[in-house]
């Protein structure tokens, strides 16, 4: 994130990307199954924008605003060519997401359906769309598009991870998740829901971080995470009142009952 007081000008030439139109969300593709959608693009391990409302809380300075459609791309490049679930797991429209959920469970739950858990720059590629947006939905932070707002509620650590009605009724007391797709307003440009608050969702890492998971998205409590919020201080057994994820496959793997191709 760059600070509001460097100038516009620092941004190197061969570096700047000024912004298509927003896209709405494209339907089904012949490469995926219905349930999924299509992500294509050319990803860069870093990613700038520069930053017009920052504000600074108790513990450190997020950003709420962005300059709109300039964003500077360097570092690795990987091209994405994904089907990605368009709603967290279990990826159905209406239905409550996942949560408790360890990086390890999404691996397993995953590869259950002919799928995998989407790597860190699928996620990312997904969430910024064409437009290359700091947040899923655009370039400024709007509490009324996606459930990000939420007031953190203190939790019992020994309820929580105790078995039982004990943390049942802890992980009850905690949600305020809202029922997938609910927020009309929350999907990326390649028609992928709620990636902006809601459940943080696990993610395969790139190369060089220190866990093969790591969390994005932020959750319910976090209006300004963006699509580069990557949370990669767990291990793959970590499990909170809300993380979860969503599921990859490779573009042309499954055919439309969700089946590998022969």
């Known amino acids: 994130m760059l600070s509001p007081l460097l100038d516009l000008g620092a941004f190197a030439l061969t570096f700047l990307n000024i912004a298509a139109a927003p896209s709405l969300d494209p339907g089904p ?3 995926c199954p219905a349930d999924m959608r299509l992500v294509t693009g050319q990803h860069h391990d870093e990613m700038e924008h520069y930053c017009i409302d920052p504000r600074t809380d108790s513990k450190t300075t997020h950003c709420f605003a962005y300059f709109e459609g300039v964003s ?5 490049v990987t091209d994405v060519n994904v089907c990605m679930d368009q709603f967290e797991a279990p990826n159905l429209r209406g239905e409550k997401p996942f949560v408790m ?9 995953c590869g259950e359906r002919n799928k995998r858990v989407c790597s860190e720059q699928e996620w990312e590629t997904a969430c910024e769309g064409p437009e290359l947006r700091p947040l899923a939905y655009g370039w400024h932070v709007d509490t009324a598009l996606c459930n990000s707002n939420k007031g953190w509620r203190p939790f019992d650590t020994t309820k929580l991870y105790s078995e039982g009605a004990a943390a049942t009724k802890e992980i009850e007391h905690l949600w305020q998740g809202s ?5 009309a307003t929350c999907a990326s440009s390649f028609g992928i829901y709620d990636m902006m608050g809601n459940v943080e969702e ?3 890492t790139r ?3 220190k866990f093969p998971g790591a969390l994005m998205g932020g959750f319910w409590a976090k209006p300004w995470t ?3 919020g990557t949370n990669d201080a767990h291990e793959p057994t970590f499990t909170f009142y809300e993380t979860g994820f969503r599921c990859c496959a490779d573009a042309g793997s499954l055919d ?4 590998k191709k022969r």
């Open 179 to 183: 029922p997938s797709g609910a927020y």
């Open 72 to 76: 500077a791309e360097e570092g690795a």
């Open 207 to 209: 190369h060089g971080r």
């Open 256 to 259: 439309d009952d969700g089946k």
């Open 29 to 31: 593709s012949p490469q």
């Open 101 to 109: 959920k360890s990086f390890n469970a999404a691996t397993k739950w």
């Open 202 to 204: 696990w993610v395969a």
């Open 226 to 228: 963006g699509c580069r």
